[in-house]
């Protein structure tokens, strides 16, 4: 009996571990799905440029004019490149008063002047206060041209070193220095033989087949994404057609503006909203960039699965000119209409009182 209970103690331990091991798995699997799946949740609403062109067109559209740089606020950037003025809501900055988006809560009134103390004495009512034409009579004074010419340089450093600007200038040089190289091997320009020569347009072909793959299929989930919530806008239930467009809407910021309706309780530089965008420019943004995706798919076919002997031209240069003229199509749309958003609203701006800095969000 005794040699039974002995040999029946390691079975039960092994059951017993068994036991309590299966839990412990169980539980790591769903921490570890529940992270993934947390991780692809959050990069999926990440929202960075939808290609080249369209990040260096938003650029563009909200780089700071002169009007930025002659006053007296700072100029920053945001992730996405796009200026922002950090606008002071001290009371005065130099003498004057700076003009804010919309009027404070509670402010307290200047002095009353000569005709205000008359009007008082004869019993005449005062006017309407009107904030807009207050602020646009105490409009802080513009800085100098050489004060202009620096802030626009320590700008232009400060652009180059969000994510968005350091990948445009680097990705940009390498762009236009092998296509270049490209083009002038393509004249005949220099001495070398013809077999190097040939060799040489290879490589070059295939680098910038390679630049381009990396921003049409990097940016290929989030062009998905925005293709699907385009198809829930026009063919979703009315609930779900509403959130999709809010959704691109939010996304597209820089130049996409809805309905005044949606816009209500937005803060602006100017205190004005652009007013709204055709819907036909969001469908023409999100399908051209996903039609560059497509496009270069056929591109690297032919770069990949021919060699440079047998490699038929019309194919390479079909699709390397439909997949760089569909980007560029997305990206000047995005500039044109980014332009006219800045032009009425204004560059975006943080409110910063002290040294306590609060950003305001522009709503789509």
């Not at 960075?48 to 606020?73: C, E, F, K, Y």
Request: aromatic share 10%; glycine share 8%.
């Amino acid at each position: 009996m005794d040699q039974t209970m002995q040999s029946a103690q390691p079975e039960n331990q092994h059951v017993l571990a068994e036991n309590a091991t299966v839990p412990l798995f169980r539980e790591t699997g769903r921490i570890l799905r529940s992270a993934s799946v947390s991780t692809v949740t959050r990069l999926l609403e990440y929202n960075p440029s939808g290609g080249m062109w369209q990040a260096t067109g938003t650029a563009i559209a909200h780089a700071p004019n002169v009007t930025d740089l002659r006053s007296p606020d700072e100029i920053f950037f945001d992730v996405h490149g796009r200026g922002v003025r950090r606008v002071s809501t001290q009371d005065t900055i130099g003498g004057a008063i700076i003009r804010r988006a919309t009027a404070p809560t509670m402010e307290l009134g200047p002095l009353p002047d000569e005709k205000q103390i008359a009007r008082a004495v004869k019993g005449v009512p005062e006017p309407p206060f009107n904030h807009h034409e207050r602020n646009q009579d105490h409009i802080a004074p513009k800085g100098s041209w050489a004060n202009a010419f620096k802030k626009g340089s320590i700008a232009a450093w400060r652009f180059i070193l969000t994510p968005t600007g350091l990948f445009i200038v680097v990705y940009g040089l390498n762009v236009v220095a092998w296509g270049a190289m490209l083009f002038f091997l393509l004249l005949n320009v220099g001495s070398m033989s013809k077999e190097r020569k040939e060799l040489w347009i290879e490589i070059d072909s295939q680098i910038l087949n390679g630049l381009f793959c990396l921003t049409s299929w990097g940016l290929a989930p989030w062009r998905i994404r925005d293709t699907y919530c385009l198809l829930m806008w026009h063919f979703g239930s009315p609930e779900t057609s509403k959130k999709s467009i809010m959704q691109l809407a939010k996304r597209n910021s820089s130049w996409y503006r809805m309905r005044d309706s949606d816009s209500e309780g937005c803060e602006t530089l100017t205190g004005k909203v652009a007013p709204p965008t055709k819907t036909w420019k969001m469908d023409f943004v999100v399908i051209n960039m996903l039609l560059n995706s497509l496009f270069q798919v056929g591109m690297a076919t032919f770069m990949w699965v021919y060699n440079r002997h047998n490699r038929p031209a019309f194919g390479v240069g079909l699709f390397i000119g439909l997949g760089c003229f569909s980007s560029l199509l997305a990206g000047i749309t995005s500039w044109w209409e980014g332009r006219k958003v800045k032009r009425i609203e204004g560059a975006f701006f943080e409110e910063v009182t002290g040294e306590k800095q609060e950003p305001i969000e522009r709503l789509a």
